[in-house]
């Protein structure tokens, strides 16, 4: 008979901080590992304190709580299965981000990561010491080697566990989503797997931290390059793989490959999963936003119905004297068709109180942007307002278009706690709503079918704070912006080499110094979810004074 090795995989949302509580999540998980006949439950990358934990790990209280919880947990699992779960160490002069392997009721040892991130949204380097180079170690039958996340996207760390014996790697991840990340992550993995040719399991958390979203997504890959299986995205999952020893080493026994998401549906499922948590892990249940009668709020609000359900969702229309007819009537039907509770609250009444107050100060001056923008910092205070009373958490509506050149008002559309388009550019964001339109999931929590009507979807963007506005009036058509913003934000193209590409120079400057002049609002906005590796935030880190511009 073959010999055997059961792994149990436990894919799971841990909560930052919550040190306490992701223990007792992994004594569960461990239960079931036991009841099932496993031989080793791993855990993701810093499952026991949830990731990332920037600053807040180099609190000695905070790094001496986890680990002490790590004993706790190794002695209350004495009579089971070995864990495999992630956590820092301090040896009394460094700090480490480890994997701590428990057996026995002690913890037997800890693998320390060796290759640390310093790009995107990681500053490993700021927080912890590299590891040394570790050779495997025994479980059972099996000689494990365990690179940890970063570890096992360069050939070293894996080729060197490898010579050291290692018959099997498993991958603890902290990977968080970006669009079409399952494949480069596949493609790293199947890299290691064809220089050792050892089978490889890619275990990563699941679930929203701040900005970033953990998409799970884990799976296995056999020396022959075959995806043996692969777990569900953006869901917590537990799953028992058997591993079999043949004449050519150990194989994973193949289970279900679960296919990754389109684009589409793994972009919109993040922000779905990024606001809930969000509120969840803070400790908000409900939600307010601004509906205008724009594809914007209608597609926020059907994100937070999705992520919340309809009844802990407030629309509120706030009309001034530019709001069209169709807004109202559009307004009100998205409203309608997603099920929330819908306010109606005007705001001539202070806007005339503000005329009014300032007049002695702007007499034999013309109205401008000024005006314009008190419309939208009244809306800002009023729906401060009910946030404040209510207990509502305000959810900003502005598309990474808007974000990126500035096109909101600070202190106005900009106020709130959280945005979840903010990554996603306007012409995604048409796209994203006929989608939804078009899609109905298990885990949305809102209705099927058409929930944000299609003239919504299809009438030219405006802001509506004067007569007859278009956004195209202060910006370029945005099939045409957003082509730049790629070009500049996303591929850091010069804007000469946007110029070779066929767009407009003078447009190609004009955005180019929009981007620039709109760093200090990015500076004070409210994150939002990430969706590609150029988002505004960790991402992206430009200074607020900057007189620099691209000459060529």
Known sequence: MSETFRFTLAQLNPTLGDIAGNAARARAAWREAKAAGADFVAFPEAFLIGYQPQD???????????????????????????????????DGRDLYNAYYILEGGAVRLR????????????????LYTPGPEQGPFRI????????????????????????????????????????????????????????TGRALIYLNLVGGQDDQVFDGASFGVNPDGEIAFQMPQFEEALAHVDLVNTETGWRIAPVEVVPELDDWEADYRAMVMALADYMGKTGFRKVLLGLSGGIDSALVAAIAVDALGAENVRCVMLPSEYTSEASLADAEAVAKALGVRYDFVPISGPRAAVTEALAPLFAGTEPDLTEENIQSRLRGLLLMALSNKFGEMLLTTGNKSE???GYA?????????????????????????????????????????????????????SAELREDQKDEDSLPPYEVLDAILDGLIDREASVAELVAEGFDRETVKRVEHLIYISEYKRFQSAPGARLTPRAFWLDRRYPMVNRWRDKS
């Not at 693998?111 to 500053?123: A, H, S």
């Not at 014996?165 to 902290?174: I, Y």
Request: glycine share 8%; aromatic share 10%; hydrophobic share 40%.
């Open 56 to 90: 807040l790990v180099m609190r000695p209280a905070f790094w001496r709580e986890a680990m002490d919880a790590a004993t706790a947990l190794a002695a209350d699992t004495a009579d089971g299965p070995a864990i495999g779960i992630g956590a820092p160490f301090h």
């Open 111 to 126: 693998v320390l990561k060796q290759v640390l991130p310093n790009e995107t949204v990681f500053d490993e380097k700021r």
């Open 140 to 195: 059972g039958p099996l000689l494990l080697g365990t690179p940890i996340c970063e570890d096992a996207w360069w050939p070293e760390v894996c080729t060197t566990m490898a010579a050291a014996g290692a018959e099997v790697f498993l991958v603890p991840n902290g990977s968080p989503y970006y669009r079409a990340k399952v494949p480069v992550r596949k493609n790293h993995a199947r890299g290691r797997v064809a220089e």
């Open 403 to 405: 974000v990126a050149v």
């Open 409 to 461: 008002t600070i202190y106005g559309d900009m106020a709130g706690g959280y945005n979840p388009i903010k990554d996603l550019y306007k012409t995604r964001v048409f796209e994203t709503c006929r989608w939804r339109n078009a899609n109905h999931r298990a885990w949305m929590k809102g209705p099927a079918g058409e929930v944000i009507p299609p003239r919504v979807i299809d009438k030219p963007p």
